[in-house]
């Protein structure tokens, strides 16, 4: 039995215990990026159950997941700052905050374009009982249910053996380990950015993993998407720059994780599986702006769980894109994992006095 089958089954313990009587205010701890590597690292087909098993109780209506909230700066307009607020039933039952920030010019800098953080909060007295480095959480969470959708989308179809990265950050290389951690090999693995440093760094990298398979560099994305049975996006656009569909004739399944890439022509003609529809049709993705176009919403086959139920049935004959939107209750899946790992390691470095003023008059 897999966490797929039994939701609660791998899911991380409840949160801080509350006492019988009056409530306990839980003690408040800081786990740094180190740690969260430590506890998430070698461990994919355990984490993509847990991640496959927070999103089946999402699609079964055991969650609270508004949506995200975008903090824009008119004098940085290639900048954010997101907020994913959500809770989790189940075994799990925890609430948080994803505060996660984009900025591209940080990578001509030397640093990463993304930075974040997560709050858990306790379920029983909302008190936040955890800060977590997130910037790893959220590209787990992220190649975690892509790798996920590419065993399921791929079922019934030809399993791709030519595997292509538009876009070779931080995201492309979790994907990559997290596909080849559940399983997956490749005769080939294509590489394409815009950055040649880029490029070569991601090519470097693929090389070194020992995973099989040449790699290829790329100069266009048309040579790329031509040439490989699955290609993954995995770049920074703010709006679609492929839009020619015949380089998708030979049906190539497409983890469309950028969300942006595709113009609305190639959205039409594919075979559309998102996350979530309200969280994907939304801050202008690809999928929102073919809504936008044919002002209704028939070109979407589904969502990944009407795949995983049955409910939705995946062509052999036709591109199938997966668009994840992104939910904040997979990032308190892996994070409350995290937690949990760190604790039973006697690791936890707990904050003394963190909430102080706790009587009511003093």
């Known amino acids: 039995m897999t966490a797929l089958d039994s939701l609660g089954s791998l899911a991380p313990k409840p949160g801080p215990a509350v006492p019988h009587g009056p409530a306990a205010v839980p003690s408040f701890a800081v786990i740094p990026g180190g740690q969260v590597q430590r506890a998430l690292r070698g461990r994919e087909n355990e984490v993509t159950e847990l991640v496959g098993a927070a999103y089946r109780l999402h699609s079964a209506g055991d969650s609270v997941n508004p949506p995200s909230y975008f903090l824009r700066f008119p004098d940085r307009p290639s900048s954010r700052i ?9 075994d799990l039952r925890v609430d948080g905050l994803k505060w996660i920030s984009s900025f591209p010019e940080n990578v001509a800098a030397g640093i990463p374009r993304a930075s974040a953080v997560l709050i858990l909060n306790d379920h029983a007295t909302g008190y936040p009982f955890a800060c977590l480095e997130s910037s790893i959480i959220s590209a787990t969470r992220t190649a975690a249910l892509a790798a996920l959708a590419a065993d399921r989308l791929s079922r019934g179809r030809t399993r791709p053996a030519r595997v292509g990265f538009i876009g070779t950050g931080l995201i492309a290389r979790y994907l990559h380990t997290f596909l080849t951690g559940t399983g997956w090999t490749f005769d080939e ?9 880029s490029a070569a760094g991601f090519q470097g990298y693929l090389e070194q993993s020992g995973a099989p398979g040449r790699v290829t560099r790329y100069d266009s994305a048309e040579q790329l998407i031509r040439s490989s049975d699955l290609v993954v996006f995995a770049t920074v656009a703010a709006r679609p720059h492929v839009s020619e569909r015949s380089w998708f004739a030979h049906h190539p399944l497409v983890l469309h994780v950028s969300l942006r890439d595709l113009a609305p022509e190639i959205v039409l003609d594919s075979f559309n599986i998102v996350d979530d529809v309200e969280h994907c049709l939304k801050a202008d993705t690809s999928p929102h ?3 936008q176009l044919t002002g209704d919403r028939d070109f979407l086959h589904g969502t990944l769980d009407d795949v995983m139920t049955g409910r939705a049935a995946v062509p052999a004959d036709r591109t199938v894109v997966f668009s994840p939107f992104g939910l904040g209750v997979l990032d308190l899946a892996v994070g409350k994992f995290v937690y949990d790992e760190v604790v039973r390691s006697g690791e936890l470095t707990v904050v003394d006095d963190f909430f102080h003023e706790l009587r009511r008059y003093g």
């Open 82 to 90: 997101i907020a994913l607020p959500a809770s989790i039933g189940g």
């Open 189 to 197: 693995v294509g590489v394409h950015d815009l950055s040649a440093d």
């Open 289 to 291: 702006l073919a809504e």
